[in-house]
C-alpha cells in the first residue's frame, strides 16, 4: 500500500464524492441556546413528543390510555421535604412498582445510614470518612498487605492504585490536587482531609456531618432541579440511532436537569433488566432467554445484561462451527461462563474484605509462555491445547462484511435504580457502590452550588462501508507510514496530553456497568465525568462499524483503586479551557471490543474477520469527528470544516478489550497502531492525522518494554510494511493444522514473530 490511485486535489467533485465512501457526517441537534450562535425559533415552551424517534420523558402526558403518566405523583412528592433515607426510598418507589418487581432501594438506603458491607461481615464498628488511616495504621496495614500482592491479590485489582486518577501521576498529581482541594460544603470535609495527608479514606460511607448536609441542602437542591425538566428540555431529545451519523448537543444545566431525574428513577421503562438471582414477581421471558420489566415496551428493545447479551451472541456464533461444542466442556449452562472471564481469580485469596491502602508494585504476569498475552488468563495455553480446535468457517476466514443479526435496537438503562440495588438476602452495600454514590453526591453538590454554564456533543459516528486494507482506498495520494509511539506505564489515559482523544473501552450498551456493580476503566470514567452517564439516554447500542465520539464531558472527581478497590478520593477542579460552543476541549472516544470470553474464541480473534472488524471498530473512533472538531460544531453555515480540525491530536489508548473481554495484549497493539496509522487517510479533513498515538499500558512496565522493542524494529527497517501485510503476518501467527484449524501458539510473543515475518518478502 504505497500510494493511492486517487487524485490529491481534495476540491474536485470527484474526490468529493470518494470523501463520501466510507464518512458522511450528520446534524448536530443543538438543544440549548447558544449565545453567539444563530438558531431558528427556540421554543419557549416545553415541546411534547412520545414517539420511536426520541427520548421518552417523564413529563410527556403520553398518548395511550392505558398509560398514565406519572409526572403529577412525581412532582407532588419531590415537592415535599425528603428527610430520612427511608423516606427517600419510600417516594422512588411510588413511580418503579417497588418490590412487586423485584427491585429495591436498600443499596443506598444502606450508603446514607453508614451501613456496609464489610461492616456487617466483620462487624466493625464507626468506620466511616470522619478520618483518613493515620501514618502508624497506614504503616501497619502496608505491612499486612505487602504478602497480598503476590499471592491474594487478583490481577484484575493490580491496575494502577497509585494516586492521581487511575493510577500513576506520583508527587506532581499530588501537588495538583492540594491545589486544587476546594470546600463545596458538605462533601468536601472528607477529601480535604484525604488530599491534604496523602491517605485513603477509612470508609467510603457519608459521616454524620454530610449525610445531614445531604438532607438539608443536597437533597433538596437536586429535588427541585429534576422538576425543572419542562423548563429546560423544551426540544425533544432524538435517539442516536444505529447506522445514522449525527449528534447531540446539551448544556450542561439541562444534562444536571436530567441526570437529576435519573437519580429518582423517573424515567419511563428504562430501568436495568432483571438480573439472574433477583427476586422477582413478574416476569416475562422471550425466545432469547432475557426479561422485561413490567410496562417495558417492545419498541425501546429489550435492555438486558450486557454479559448475558455477549455471551449469547459469543454462543450463536459458536454454534455454527461443528465439533467446537465438545471441546467447551461444560459451556452450555450459563453458569460455565465464568472460566473464560478468568472471574475465580478475581475473587480468591483477598481475606475477605480487607482494603489495600499502600501503593501498588508494578504489575507483574502471573503466567509466562503465551498465557501471559492474556490479561485475565491464567491457565496455560500450551497445556491440553492441542484438545481445543477451531473450525476455520469460510464465513469467518473470508473478508467478506458479516451479516448481523435482525434484532430491535437496545438502549441502555438510563434509571439508577440498578446502583441502588442490592439483594436482600445479602449485605446492603459493597464499598465500590458507596464509591460510586460518593461521586454522584459530590457532582450534584457541585453543580446545584454553582451550575456550570458549558455544553457538551455527543456524537454517533458511522463508518459507511468497511476497510479491506487493500491499495487505492487510501483517498490521499502519499505514502503510507506508521504513526509515532509513545509508551506509558504509570500514567492513566485522563491524564493524557491537552488535546488528546482518550479512548473509553466500552461495552456496546455505552457505559457498561457504570449504573451498577462494575468499576472497571469505562465505570470509573463515567463516574469521575457523570455527564457521560446521560449518554445512555439516547444512544443505542453499538454496531461494529460505529463509535461514539464525546466533546466537552467535564471531570469533577478524582479517584484511586480500580474494580474492587475504587475509591472516590476529593473533588477536581476541571482546568480544560471551552471552545465558542461552550465545550470543554477534551474528546472521548468510546469503541467496543470484540468478546472473546472462552478459552476457544480466545484463539478465534487471530483469524481474519476478527482482525479486520476490530481495525474497522478502531478506525471509526480515532477518525476526527467534524462535529466535535469544529469550534461551533458545525452549527454555524459560515464555518469551513477543515478549518477546524486540529494539527496536533495524538491517539490516547491502551490494553483496549484486553480485560474481561480476553482480548491479547500485544495483537491489539498491533492493531490499534494500524488504525491510528490510518485513519487519516480515509477523509481529507483528517490529514493531519497519523501522528502520534500514546499507549498507556496500566502498570504494566514488561508490556511496555516488548512495544518499545517491537516499535524500534519496525521504524528501523528500510521499507514500511503496509497493514495488509501486517495483517497477513498476524493470521499465520497461530500454530494450525492441516485443516486449517488453530490448534495453539508459537513459542514466540506475537511482537517477536512479527518483528522478522513482516521483513521477509512474500511470494509473486
Known amino acids: 500500500m504505497a500510494t493511492s490511485t486517487t487524485s490529491s486535489t481534495s476540491g474536485s467533485r470527484g474526490d468529493a464524492r470518494r470523501a463520501h465512501d466510507y464518512f458522511e457526517t450528520g446534524p448536530n441537534h443543538v438543544l440549548c441556546e447558544v449565545p453567539g450562535l444563530e438558531q431558528d425559533s427556540f421554543p419557549k415552551e416545553f415541546q411534547d413528543t412520545w414517539d420511536l424517534e426520541h427520548v421518552r420523558l417523564p413529563c410527556s402526558k403520553r398518548i395511550y390510555a392505558t398509560d398514565v403518566s406519572m409526572w403529577p405523583e412525581i412532582v407532588k412528592s419531590l415537592s415535599e421535604p425528603i428527610l430520612t433515607a427511608q423516606q427517600l426510598s419510600d417516594v422512588m418507589l411510588r413511580w418503579n412498582k417497588g418490590k412487586q418487581n423485584g427491585w429495591n432501594i436498600n443499596a443506598l438506603n444502606a450508603f446514607l445510614n453508614n451501613r456496609s458491607a464489610e461492616e456487617s461481615d466483620h462487624h466493625v464498628q464507626g468506620t466511616h470518612s470522619d478520618g483518613v488511616l493515620d501514618p502508624s495504621e497506614k504503616q501497619a496495614q502496608a505491612a499486612l498487605d505487602s504478602d497480598a500482592y503476590g499471592s491474594n491479590v487478583s490481577e484484575s485489582e493490580y491496575y494502577h492504585y497509585q494516586e492521581g ?423 472521548l472516544c468510546a469503541i467496543d471490543a470484540r468478546p472473546f470470553k472462552s478459552r476457544v474464541s480466545r484463539l478465534e480473534q487471530f483469524e481474519r474477520y476478527y482482525l479486520l472488524r476490530e481495525i474497522n471498530k478502531a478506525l471509526v473512533g480515532f477518525r476526527v469527528s467534524p462535529i466535535n472538531a469544529s469550534e461551533w460544531g458545525l452549527a454555524r453555515k459560515d464555518e469551513p470544516v477543515a478549518s477546524s480540525v486540529p494539527r496536533y491530536r495524538p491517539i490516547a489508548t491502551g490494553n483496549w478489550g484486553c480485560g474481561a473481554f480476553g482480548g491479547h495484549l500485544q495483537l491489539k497493539f498491533v492493531l490499534q497502531w494500524i488504525a491510528a496509522s490510518m485513519c487519516g487517510g480515509f477523509s481529507f479533513e483528517d490529514k493531519q492525522l497519523g501522528d502520534e498515538m500514546l499507549y498507556y499500558t496500566f502498570g504494566m512496565s514488561a508490556l511496555k518494554d516488548e512495544i518499545d522493542a517491537y516499535v524500534k524494529i519496525v521504524e528501523s527497517m528500510d521499507k514500511v510494511p503496509d497493514p495488509k501485510r501486517i495483517v497477513d503476518c498476524i493470521t499465520h501467527y497461530p500454530r494450525r493444522n492441516p485443516a486449517g484449524e488453530i490448534q495453539g501458539f508459537r513459542e514466540k510473543t506475537l511482537l517477536e514473530y512479527l518483528s522478522t515475518a513482516i521483513a521477509f518478502t512474500p511470494r509473486p
Open 165 to 587: 486518577g487511575s493510577g500513576g501521576g506520583g508527587g506532581h498529581q499530588q501537588q495538583e490536587r492540594e491545589k486544587q482541594g476546594h470546600d463545596s460544603g458538605g462533601f468536601a470535609t472528607s477529601s480535604t482531609a484525604a488530599t491534604s495527608t496523602g491517605a485513603p479514606l477509612k470508609s467510603q460511607f457519608l459521616s454524620t456531618e454530610e449525610r445531614q448536609y445531604f438532607f438539608d441542602v443536597t437533597l433538596p437542591r437536586m429535588q427541585a432541579l429534576a422538576l425543572r425538566l419542562p423548563e429546560l428540555i423544551k426540544k425533544p431529545i432524538p435517539f442516536l440511532k444505529q447506522q445514522e451519523d449525527s449528534a447531540i448537543t446539551l448544556s450542561q444545566e439541562q444534562i444536571a436537569c436530567l441526570l437529576a431525574n435519573a437519580f429518582f428513577n423517573t424515567f419511563p421503562c428504562r430501568n436495568a433488566p432483571y438480573k439472574r438471582g433477583r427476586k422477582k414477581k413478574v416476569v416475562q421471558r422471550g425466545n432469547s432467554g432475557s426479561s422485561l420489566t413490567q410496562g417495558q415496551q417492545p419498541e425501546q428493545g429489550e435492555q438486558q445484561d450486557d454479559d448475558d447479551d455477549e455471551s449469547e451472541e459469543e454462543e450463536e456464533h459458536h454454534q455454527k462451527k461443528a465439533g467446537n461444542r465438545g471441546g467447551r466442556g461444560g459451556r452450555g449452562g450459563r453458569g460455565g461462563r465464568g472460566g473464560g472471564r478468568g472471574g475465580g481469580a478475581q475473587n480468591q485469596g483477598r481475606g475477605g474484605s480487607r482494603k489495600i491502602t499502600a501503593p501498588r508494585p508494578p504489575r507483574k504476569r502471573r503466567v509466562t509462555g503465551p498465557a501471559a498475552q492474556f490479561e485475565f488468563f491464567e491457565d496455560d495455553l500450551s497445556a491440553g491445547v492441542k484438545n481445543m480446535s477451531v473450525e476455520d468457517n469460510a464465513e469467518a476466514s473470508s473478508s467478506a462484511p458479516k451479516e448481523e443479526r435482525d434484532w430491535v435496537p437496545k438502549m441502555p438503562s438510563i434509571n439508577f435504580i440498578s446502583l441502588f440495588w442490592t439483594e436482600e438476602n445479602r449485605y446492603p452495600c459493597t464499598s465500590t457502590q458507596a464509591a460510586k454514590l460518593r461521586c454522584i453526591l459530590h457532582y450534584f453538590d457541585r453543580v446545584t452550588t454553582e451550575m456550570p454554564q458549558g455544553t457538551v456533543t455527543y456524537h454517533r459516528q458511522v463508518l459507511k462501508k468497511p476497510a479491506y486494507l487493500n491499495p487505492g482506498e487510501i483517498l490521499t495520494g502519499e505514502e503510507f507510514r506508521l504513526s509515532k509511539v509513545m509508551v506509558d506505564s504509570t500514567t492513566p489515559i485522563e491524564e493524557a496530553p491537552f488535546g488528546a482523544l482518550q479512548l473509553d473501552f466500552a461495552n456496546k450498551n455505552i457505559g457498561g456497568g457504570a449504573l451498577e456493580k462494575g468499576a472497571v476503566q469505562e465505570e470509573i470514567r463515567f463516574m469521575i465525568c457523570p455527564e457521560l452517564i446521560i449518554s445512555r439516554l439516547f444512544a443505542q447500542q453499538l454496531e461494529a462499524n460505529e463509535a461514539i465520539l464525546i466533546k466537552g464531558a467535564e471531570r469533577y472527581s478524582n479517584h484511586i483503586g480500580y474494580s474492587k478497590t475504587f475509591e472516590w478520593f476529593g473533588d477536581y477542579r476541571d482546568p480544560t479551557p471551552r471552545d465558542k460552543l461552550g465545550r470543554r476541549k477534551i474528546e
